[in-house]
């Protein structure tokens, strides 16, 4: 009798520790999440904290206008619970897929409630600007769409979600303003890049981007030439690529100016370092 108690009391001991085991898994077991691109990851961790595991589709070196997903990231999408998607080029074609992929994934919009402006200023009906990822005050906008996302797979974490999300939104302030102070007395200030990533970070601190490329395409000989009357008019000196794209363009220009070519990355995943050396760099290029 006492060794078949004793039996029964190690089946217990035994199953109350698989139980303990189970719900510790469970309890540590983390939201696989997709982002469209690398600053989003940073956003999503801000928020999520260690609940979440992000994993990104343009992976680095890549253009989110013309990216292919890989093979296995497909077969990871299979197991995301989801998705947030900003609106870059190659959504149009991908989104559909990946819905189709997984059916149980969750997509959250996070560029909605923004709205978008035109590539070129003389074209309001024409291509829609993307990059609402370097705008500090978009990027609160954004937050709270990654928050309502949260909040809709894992409604028990919803603390602590809403606590990481006010933290955010205070860093976010913090730099905005930071921002606006490196750029006082700067305002209507011009600087020159190659393919117009910038336009919402020039106007959050009252500046002007003057693009190389334009929806895509390379300049024309006229348009190079115009481009350099209009540096040397306004004393611009440094000519700004991303590594993605060719520096030739870039490079003429810069030539024929007397100056430098700088690069700049819009798709970095330290975003608030990136974005503070960006504006540092725009700063000692203005005249």
Not at 81 to 107: C, D, Q, T
Not at 201 to 221: C, H, N, Q, T, V
Request: with cysteine.
């Amino acid at each position: 009798m006492k060794s078949c108690f004793i039996k029964v009391m190690s089946i217990v001991a035994v199953m109350s520790v698989c139980c303990i085991t189970f719900a510790t898994g469970a309890q540590a077991a983390k939201i696989k999440t997709f982002v469209s691109i690398v600053p989003q990851r940073y956003f999503v961790e801000k928020i999520g904290g260690d609940r979440v595991d992000v994993s990104v589709m343009v992976l680095p070196g890549n253009s989110p206008a013309t990216y292919e997903p890989r093979p296995k990231q497909m077969v990871a999408l299979s197991r995301a619970s989801l998705y947030y998607a900003i609106g870059v080029p190659f959504e149009k074609v991908w989104l559909e897929k990946i819905a189709a992929h997984n059916i149980k994934m969750r997509f959250v919009h996070t560029e909605e409630g923004i709205e978008k402006k035109a590539m070129k200023a003389d074209k309001p009906d024409g291509i829609k600007d993307p990059h609402i990822w370097l705008s500090p005050p978009l990027v609160m906008v954004q937050a709270r769409n990654i928050l309502r996302g949260l909040l809709k797979v894992d409604p028990t974490n919803r603390s602590i979600y809403e606590a990481n999300y006010k933290k955010f939104i205070m860093e976010l302030v913090d730099l905005d303003n930071e921002l606006l102070g490196v750029f006082l007395g700067k305002e209507r200030a011009r600087f020159m890049v190659f393919h117009p990533a910038w336009g919402y970070f020039a106007r959050a601190y009252g500046l002007e981007m003057i693009p190389i490329e334009s929806e895509g395409k390379d300049p024309k000989p006229a348009d190079l030439q115009r481009l350099v009357r209009k540096a040397k008019k306004y004393g611009i000196h440094v000519v700004f690529v991303q590594p993605e794209f060719s520096s030739k363009s870039a490079g003429v220009i810069a030539r024929e100016i007397g100056g430098q070519v700088v690069y700049a990355n819009p798709l970095a995943l330290d975003w608030a370092k990136n974005l503070k050396e960006m504006a540092s760099r725009v700063k000692a290029a203005l005249r």
